[in-house]
């Protein structure tokens, strides 16, 4: 593609590197600058000078990053990486609202092949073209004017000039800067491409160059408890995926999402948080000893989890996906992977039905129980963008819903429309699940999101928001919970008076423990959710 001559500004080095800064500053950035502007609401003449110092301070740091990225040597290939780049992550915080931090990093890196396509649309594409493609075109048409040595000398100049405004903003506009710095700490992820560099930074080296920490055995010999000769157990425990709670018809919801919950009489707990806001960090942080506040991935991984203490006391562990993977949670146990070619019927070469969960947990049931069995579903529930792909369309209670993967174009009634499709989808394949278990002694099924989801709320969409910042939508999940005992209504009663107490995913460690009768000194009762209603 070539531009017409007036467009082909030949720049001097300086001028060259001047230009894309201001523009990575003015364009790229603007949700940064806007989001600083409605941090700070400058209406007198001080809180206006501090504004605008901000795009002026970001382009002398664009300026010397820039220079220190490889323009001194590769000018336009260093400016149109940054563009390329740039333009990507600014659809992402456009879009969906989606600050790329450490955890959104891990989250990126996790995906496989049929969800990174979810993301590909024609938006998509149309923004990369104008924003990413026509100005990289535009870098290559220009020729830096100038020998080498003046190329440098000139950007040295201008770098020292930039360090010169630093500096002067800083002595003069410090404590403002450690104000608003110090009271919006999350301002700083807006900035485009740095924050994702930083981020990325942080995760290559916490995953590749870290020196993995010594395997921790956080108890020898656990045992299984023998309860008057109770019959063994069996513990189905279903992982949701991006399922938020006040969709939850059970939860008080308007719309009928969960008859199947309802008539089946499971009890809804309406006042249940997650670890975090992805699924990267929810798995592993519920399934670990460590709380949220205490989270470590690291840590995590490098000790036992509440399925390998469960194995280690005897129990059959079964995990059963049919989501991207476990995160690392089911590296020990017995394992049935995911499969999007499994079933032609139910798979399309990308996802999965989740109703066939239910046809792989009847073939680990067929097989006749010689201890307490614990079996983990991995739901794909209500994972985004693309929802439409989550219920068949014969599910499609809710219309109309909206078949397409840059959601935020669609009309929002759609939108929700299509979500509350997923929840009902859900509530269909957790009825058909209990209904499996209805023949089954001894049985109970727990349900439990991974975490929320914005669909739209305050601008955002989707998941992985930084968990202190991160709206209720993201964090308040359901949990849903039923068993064969409540057969004795005295059991079912006590159980149900603990709906409306707050819990979170740190309680899973305990009350699976005390599901699947397991005996481990890392057992703390007073997490357990039902042991006040064990006989």
């Known amino acids: 593609m070539k531009f017409p001559r007036s467009l082909n500004l030949n720049p001097s080095l300086a001028n060259f590197v001047f230009i894309a800064s201001v523009l990575i500053t003015l364009v790229f950035n603007f949700p940064f600058i806007s989001n600083v ?31 220190l990225l490889g323009a001194i040597l590769l000018p336009r290939l260093t400016v ?9 992550l600014l659809y992402g915080t456009v879009a969906y ?38 100005p990289v075109v535009a870098v290559f048409n220009q020729e830096i004017n100038g020998k080498l040595a003046a190329r440098v000398k000139h950007l040295l100049k201008l770098n020292v000039l930039a360090v010169v405004g630093i500096i002067i903003i800083a002595a003069c506009l410090y404590k403002d800067y450690a104000a608003v710095g110090r009271n919006n700490k999350d301002l700083a992820k807006y900035i485009i491409p740095y924050a994702f560099y930083d981020s990325g930074y942080k995760y290559l080296r916490d995953t590749y160059f870290y020196p993995p920490l010594p395997y921790k055995v956080l108890d020898k010999t656990p045992s299984i408890i023998n309860r008057n000769n109770a019959l ?16 939850f018809a059970s939860n008080g919801y308007s719309r009928n999402t969960t008859p199947f919950m309802n008539d089946i009489g499971a ?19 519920m399934f670990s ?30 995990w059963i996906d049919n989501n991207s993977s476990c995160k690392g949670v089911c590296k020990r146990v017995e394992t049935i992977a995911f499969d999007p070619s499994r079933d032609p019927s139910l798979c399309d070469g990308d996802f999965c039905y989740d109703v066939l969960l239910n046809e792989l947990l009847k073939d680990v049931l067929s097989s006749p129980a010689t201890t307490n069995r614990v079996i983990v ?13 989550r219920y068949p369309a014969e599910f499609a209670k809710f219309s109309p819903d909206c078949p397409r993967s840059d959601i935020q174009n669609c009309d929002s009634q759609a939108l929700i429309n299509t979500y509350d499709n997923t929840i009902a989808y859900t509530d269909y394949v957790l009825g058909e699940i209990v209904n499996t278990l209805k023949n089954v002694p001894n049985a109970s099924m727990l349900y439990l999101s991974d975490h929320g989801e914005s669909l739209g709320e305050k601008g955002l969409y989707l998941h992985g928001f930084p968990y202190q910042i991160a709206p209720q939508e993201q964090t308040h999940i359901p949990m849903l919970f039923w068993a064969s005992k409540f057969e004795d209504s005295g059991y079912r009663n006590c159980i149900k008076n603990l709906a409306n107490h707050p819990y979170s995913q740190d309680n899973l460690f305990d009350t699976l423990l005390g599901l699947s009768s397991v005996k481990s000194i890392t057992y703390q009762p007073t997490m357990d959710i039902f042991k006040q209603c064990e006989a």
């Open 267 to 285: 009890v809804s707990f309406n006042d249940v948080t997650s670890c975090g806001t992805a699924t990267a960090v929810s798995v592993p942080c």
């Open 377 to 389: 579903l991995h739901m794909i529930g209500s994972h985004g963008p693309t929802y439409y792909r």
């Open 37 to 67: 502007y409605h941090a700070v609401s400058p209406t007198t003449v001080d809180q206006w000078i501090f504004f605008l110092s901000v795009p002026l301070l970001l382009t002398f740091f664009n300026i010397i990053a820039l220079s």
């Open 232 to 247: 063994r157990s069996t513990t189905v425990l279903v992982i949701g995926e991006t399922a938020r709670a006040d969709k």
């Open 289 to 318: 000893r460590l709380s949220r506040q205490s989270y470590d991935v690291r840590i995590a991984e490098s000790q036992d989890n509440v399925l390998d203490i469960i194995h280690r006391a005897g129990a059959d562990v079964t």
């Open 97 to 134: 609202g989606v600050i790329f931090d450490k955890s959104m990093i891990q989250n990126v890196m996790e995906t496989n092949s049929g969800e990174a396509f979810a993301y590909l649309n024609s938006t998509l594409l149309l923004f990369f073209f104008l924003l990413g493609l026509v």
């Open 80 to 88: 149109a990486v940054t563009l390329l780049v740039s333009s990507l």
